[in-house]
């Protein structure tokens, strides 16, 4: 593939977004080219480098982490999926596979790019080929794949298509005696479950298949990957772990693989039994909402049966993922897949899933989604004492070259100490805002930002930096490539239009974070002391933080405050 | 295993013949007497030019807006394929503006041709100027 030209080469992010004296602050930095680079902390004052305006102004500030570093290559793994910590439980040799499943791109994404190999469910690593797996292939047919290593592998396809938006009853069976395997793709369409319009254009024949092949392999090896849904394991140990946070649930780190065959759609009652079940008896399990219905052969051979409706009432963002089964295999969700969506059995009776959660018990996958970059730590800075409330950045300048490319800014924002505040007028930073635009995509991939924006779009560097990288998550203001809205923004991954020197699609010129920074000047340059305060400062401590001030500006568009 | 690719069939509905009909009837009842006209073709090039972005108002008098047929013409020329669709690229801020293709597909190479102008109007009005010789070629008329 070409390289890109005039693309930046370095970025990052920061820990939090709003700090006071005497806190710390994490700085994650990625090189593209794992280049040598200049960290100078600045005071950002004026962001517009338009000629006709008073010109870009920033200040540096002495602090000890101003520096030469030496650039890493930090990649982001992109895409939501579950994953249960590996078991010698899940080694199954004789097993059956089985769930709903609603494709979103069984083939080709919104722009007819193929999308290749999806996995579903799968204890799979796809470096060795070891393990089993149930995928859609490249064309769209459900494949179940036993392997044994070292490119020993057999794949077993419907050798049928699966429609876009139609939900489906999908498995496959192994039998380690006998060497039967059996997979099957059963349309399951009623009347509001969203899959209509496919089927009334194709028969059923079409798409439904039940297909029967021996195998001579032998039962597929046990491998180290974990069991993942909606993906398959490249490398079973990424170096990168979960804990805390939006991960409360989780007593110690979890390291999470790199994962690879990432599947678009939904995945609703995900089950894994240890022995090839008869297809009357995976019609019962599928149809049972809880595993206490089965009877008691059936449950013996049940190794997961997870329940996506079982926690969604209480919180439909929790990465808990709970195992109704003996075993209690929970799972973990990583990168924020959409839980709480509607699911096979939706009735239309309900709008939301705290009133029905049994009939929003689907997750949603997109493979461009990010909860967190997870880069390594690059360098921490205390934040001085003497540190007047503002707004700063890390400025990065690879080899300390100032050329467009070669410069990034990671902007955080200081406020005053906690004793209280040091002048009359507060500004409130719209960081939700800033969010919510976040890694827009419209300049690349929207057909119409030309006629929305009457003018063809500028791209800068960093824009080019997030076409490449698929807009690092992006934000609200796009949709995923399945063609579903975007629904989550994170700050814990480089928002690249959130930048000084930024000029944005949606205006003629500035917007957000760098069209705020023209209020920042005009205080700066008419002598008044402003405190600044982020939104989430006020979300986190109410609205007596605001009552310590005569005056409270906010910027020019806070939509979301 | 081998994998098996599905072609549809070719109807008109894959062709997208509705839109296409209807797309070429508006081009030739509300653009070409414009565009076939040497005189007035030259007064929307020379209105583009003057403002190729649209400007703001000024005091006393009323905003520079694009006259009808040019905005016809600027709302058609936009509706193109995303792959392949002319960009602006910023090689040096405020002083060289590069005109660039867009892959048409997310993670593409942006393709940044050797075309350069020193202001971003120049650029647009470069890229009107490319779109427009292309219609018009599409409609066997001479430039």
């Known amino acids: 593939m070409t390289t890109q030209q005039m693309m930046l080469r370095i970025t990052g992010y920061t820990d939090r977004c709003s700090v006071r004296p005497g806190d710390e602050i994490g700085f994650h930095v990625h090189s593209e080219f794992e ?157 509001t479950n969203g899959g209509h319009g496919m089927s009334m254009l194709h028969p059923h024949e079409d798409t439904a298949a039940s297909v029967r092949y021996r195998s001579s392999l032998g039962p597929p090896r046990a491998t180290d990957a974990p069991f993942l849904m909606a993906a398959s394991t490249l490398v079973p140990k990424s170096g990168r772990s979960v804990q805390g946070a939006h991960y409360a649930q989780l007593a110690a780190p979890v390291e999470l693989p790199e994962h690879t065959h990432k599947y678009n759609g939904r995945i609703e009652r995900p089950r894994v039994a240890n022995r090839a079940l008869s297809a009357a008896e995976v019609e019962l399990l599928l149809a049972a909402s809880s595993v206490q219905q089965l009877p008691g052969e059936l449950r013996e051979a049940i190794v997961g049966a997870w329940d996506f409706s079982a926690n969604i009432a209480e919180n439909a963002a929790s990465t808990h993922i709970v195992d109704a089964g003996p075993h209690g295999l929970h799972g973990i969700a990583v990168n924020m897949p959409v839980r709480g969506v509607t699911g096979f059995n939706w009735s239309s009776d309900y709008m939301s899933f705290r009133h029905a959660p049994q009939e929003y018990g689907a997750i949603h996958f997109h493979d461009e989604s990010v909860d967190d970059a997870r880069w390594e730590p690059s360098f921490r800075l205390k934040i001085p004492a003497s540190m007047k ?52 995509n419209l300049s690349v991939n929207s057909v119409i930002a030309q006629l929305l924006t009457g003018q063809v779009p500028l791209l800068q560097p960093g824009d080019l930096l997030l076409n490449k990288e698929r807009g690092y998550g992006l934000g609200t203001y796009t949709s995923y490539r399945d063609g579903w809205g975007v629904n989550i923004s994170s700050r814990l991954r480089p928002i690249l239009n959130m930048r000084p020197k930024y000029i944005h699609v949606l205006s003629p010129s500035l917007w957000q974070f760098n069209a705020d920074l023209h209020l920042v000047d005009w205080l700066f340059e008419m002598g008044y002391d402003v405190d600044i305060l982020v939104d989430e400062d006020v979300q986190r401590e109410g609205v007596a933080l605001l009552k310590q001030y005569p005056v409270v500006l906010t910027g020019h568009h806070p939509e979301y405050m | 295993m081998a994998t098996r690719r599905k072609t549809g069939p070719d109807t008109a509905l894959a062709r997208d013949y509705g839109y296409t009909t209807v797309d070429d009837y508006d081009i030739r009842t509300y653009i070409l007497p414009a565009l076939r006209d040497p005189v007035r073709r030259a007064e929307l090039i020379a209105e583009h030019r003057a403002h190729p972005r649209g400007a703001a ?3 006393g008098s009323p905003p520079p807006n694009h006259s009808p047929d040019l905005k016809r013409l600027i709302d058609r020329l936009r509706v193109v394929p995303q792959a392949g669709k002319h960009t602006i690229v910023e090689t040096i801020p405020w002083q060289e503006y590069a005109i660039g293709i867009l892959p048409g597909r997310r993670g593409g190479v942006v393709k940044i041709t050797r075309e350069r102008h020193a202001t971003r109007e120049d650029a647009e009005h470069a890229i009107f100027l490319h779109r427009l010789r292309a219609l018009m070629d599409r409609y066997g008329l001479a430039y």
């Open chain 1, 389 to 440: 409330s503002g707004v700063y950045a890390a400025r990065l300048r690879v080899n300390g070259s100032s050329d467009p490319d070669c410069e990034d800014y990671i902007p955080f924002f200081v406020r005053p100490p906690a004793d209280g505040p040091t002048a009359k007028i507060a500004f409130v930073v719209a960081m939700h805002s800033y969010l919510a635009y976040a890694n827009d």
């Open chain 2, 57 to 59: 108002s000024q005091p």
């Open chain 1, 35 to 191: 280049e040598f680079y200049q960290v100078d902390i600045v005071r950002l004052i004026h962001g517009d480098t338009n000629p006709e305006g008073p010109g870009f102004k920033e200040k540096v500030v002495r602090t000890p982490v101003n520096g030469r570093y030496r650039g890493q290559h930090q990649p982001v793994h992109a895409g939501s999926y579950l994953m249960v910590p590996a078991d010698s439980r899940l080694d199954v040799e004789s097993f059956t596979l089985c769930a709903y499943a609603y494709p979103t791109t069984p083939t080709v994404d919104c722009e007819y790019v193929p999308v290749g190999m999806q996995a579903l469910l799968t204890k799979w690593n796809a470096k060795t080929d070891t393990g089993y797996g149930l995928f859609i292939n490249e064309a769209g047919e459900l494949t179940l794949r036993i392997g044994r290593g070292r490119r020993r592998l057999v794949e077993y396809s419907t050798r049928k298509p699966l429609f876009r938006k139609v939900w489906y009853r999908v498995g496959a069976s192994y039998d380690a005696t006998s060497g039967e395997v059996r997979i099957w793709q059963i349309p399951h369409v009623t009347i």
